[in-house]
């Protein structure tokens, strides 16, 4: 009986994960900006609390298969030793700003796309264009001396991982202790909240969707250990491999797509059976010049600020934070205010109406 090649096995991992992730996500409404907005603008929490849960459970699912030896995201990219700050706090910044010209980032538009949005069509195209130029193509030349030639070393503690930074300021192994303190704190302010306690679809969706990025760290770190050709061990991110699937689409390479791709094709899938599910599949096209050219403009941001971050608000905020790296929170504070200064503008006329204390709760929100 002839064995099923692990590169082969790699991308239909990643479909299977991603048609489980973009199912949920799509009929739950899950979205990082949307959660941002209403505890901003109508203070509701509770999408905010649905996505810190999802972070947390990624956290402890991974943390747990670590310990069992089952996954080795200190391979990945997010725990190595030179922290890029500056891409951190800069591409944070205009992956916020992107984001809220567009109304969602690069995950929430692979699930409008599975809707019949063409918007987001647009926006994914810009995105992985913007990312393989930030990565490989004329605007890489710009981020080595700006965000790759200031990196931080942490070539002492082996790892940009808070875990380890701190084992070695003490000398003990504290990794699991700083995986079960963030846990608990995290856990705590989610529950803290009687009503959240009782929405039990949107746990079940935190869960699941935490659940997703922690199999990925198992799926690729299993079929590395099994392929004679190099696996980047990852688990979720929807900036880079955007782009490297329409290089998949329109190119011949003859390499397998690797488990990223997967993922992002079977998000499509799961948002369209999810949009199919729930009879919410309709086509919608910019309405005029201008929105499209803020969809253009914000998945420009959202592209180059996803590189220089290294990661979006899913590959940093949840699957970064799994790994306990120090780049993951100060991403998404960066992207949270540019956000916010993002919204302001579209919706208050001036970015500067972000540094104000109070906001009228009738505002509507960008992400509906």
Known sequence: ??????????????????????????????????????????????????????????LIGTQVLVALGLANPAASFYLSSDFPWTGAILGGFMFGIGMALVGTCGFGAVLRLGGGSLRALVVLTVIGLAALAAQRGIVGILRVPIVDDLAISFESSGSQSLGDILSAMTGLHLQEAVAAIMAAIGLAWVFKSASYRHQYTKIGAALAIGGVIAFGWWATTFIAERSFDPVQIEAGSFVVPVGDTIMQLITYTGTWPDY?????????????????????????????????????????????????????????????????????????????????VGLAWLMEGSAFAAFRRNHDGAHHTAAE
Request: charged share 10%; aromatic share 8%; proline share 2%.
């Open 1 to 58: 009986m002839t064995e099923l090649n692990p590169m082969l096995l790699l991308p239909l991992l990643g479909v299977f994960a991603g048609c489980v992730l973009g199912f949920v996500a799509r009929a739950t409404h899950f979205c990082t900006l949307s959660a941002l907005e209403r505890h901003w603008y109508a203070g509701d929490s509770s999408s905010l609390r649905t996505w810190v849960l999802a972070a947390v459970s990624a």
């Open 260 to 340: 990223a791709v997967g993922l992002i094709v079977g998000t499509l899938i799961g948002a369209v059976l999810a949009a199919m599910w729930k009879r919410d599949i309709r086509w919608e096209a910019c309405d005029d010049a201008r929105e499209l050219g803020r969809h253009i403009l914000g998945g420009t941001l959202m592209g180059v600020g996803g590189v220089f971050s290294m990661g979006c608000t899913v590959g940093q905020g949840i699957t970064g934070f799994s790994t306990l790296a120090i780049s993951a929170p100060i991403v998404m504070v960066s992207m949270a205010f540019g956000a916010k």
